[in-house]
């Protein structure tokens, strides 16, 4: 049996961090961590016909992920400046009209979803409606049976109620944070703590997962039958917390595509992100005994 294909489609670009730039995007960092956990995976974007855009792919490729459904257009490739808190929590500033705000529907891009057993995305990337609609007909042509998940990661004001309603109606997993959860209780009307929002949000939008994340509090699975799983966030020291979400979520993908219980493909994905934190930057190669660490513990 082959690796589990997974796909990344979004956003692609360059972090500015204050120790200089580094290769990022919600989709390289997912794709990167569920390549890491033995999955197949590759993304679906746009860079520019620029010397950044050379350099981006070229740092993809090494990387060992798929890059042939990573589209040039004449737009810039993007840059996001990057600034990190006293807890290193990341703050962004974000460019606009950038190359992966106009991704087209491709024979590339089409051949990358289509024997996914994953596929990923989120809201950023549906900012413009050129990649918006790329991205929503992507995710309907994955075929039957593939995983499909929304890791929501709201930016700035780059998103709606009906970016949100669109992708959620399409999701089979929802991946979101406790600054995420309010804004969406608010579009669709719901109340309460936390636990009953999730629980009104399974059943609303038949969701066979939701992952809602607390920073360093802990974390909470919930699945459609009402199994829920709780770990507190481990104690590290924390460099930046840089692609740590991404890192969670692939994870818990790839534990999934492993035949995983709930329990421990979350038990993993926490174990994960916290390594991540104590790295700088969204990509920190796992080492052996991380990889034993997280099988045997």
């Known amino acids: ?43 679906v974007s746009a860079v520019g016909q620029d010397a950044s855009g050379d ?28 600034t990190l808190d006293a807890a290193g929590v990341p703050a962004y500033r ?44 992507l995710v309907d042509a994955a075929p039957v049976g593939c995983l499909r998940l929304f890791d929501i990661n709201l930016r700035l004001n780059y998103y709606d109620e009906r970016i949100v ?11 979101l944070n406790e600054d995420e959860l309010p804004v969406v209780a608010r579009f669709f009307g719901l109340e309460g703590a936390a636990e009953r929002v ?17 920073g360093g509090r802990g974390s909470r699975v919930t699945a459609a039958d009402g199994r829920t799983s709780y770990l ?24 999934l595509m492993q035949g995983l219980p709930m329990e421990e493909c979350h038990r993993r994905a926490v174990a994960v992100a916290a390594f991540v934190c104590t790295r700088h930057g969204a990509i920190a190669p796992l080492s052996e005994f991380m990889k034993t660490e997280i099988t045997n513990r």
């Open 1 to 43: 049996m082959g690796k589990p294909k997974i796909v990344g489609i979004g956003e692609l670009l360059w972090d500015v961090l204050p120790a200089g730039r580094r290769l990022g995007g919600a989709p390289v960092n997912f794709a990167f961590y569920a390549q890491e956990q033995g999955a197949e995976a590759c993304i």
């Open 198 to 214: 999730v629980a009104q949000l399974v059943e609303r939008f038949s969701l066979r997962y939701v992952v809602f994340t607390e």
């Open 94 to 137: 974000i460019r606009e009209q950038v190359a992966w705000d106009y991704i087209e529907r491709t024979a590339e891009a089409d051949a990358a979803v289509a024997g996914a057993a994953v596929v990923c995305w989120g809201s950023l990337a549906q900012r413009n409606a050129v990649s918006r609609r790329t991205i929503l007909a």
């Open 165 to 175: 309603r669109d992708s959620l109606e399409r999701a089979d997993i929802l991946k």
């Open 55 to 82: 350099e981006l792919l070229g740092g993809i490729a090494a990387l060992g992920l798929g890059v042939r459904a990573v589209q040039r257009n004449a737009h810039p490739t993007s840059t996001v400046e990057v």
């Open 232 to 255: 507190a966030t481990p104690r590290v020291e924390v460099a930046d917390t840089v692609g740590a979400g991404d890192a969670f979520t692939a994870t818990f993908a790839a534990s």
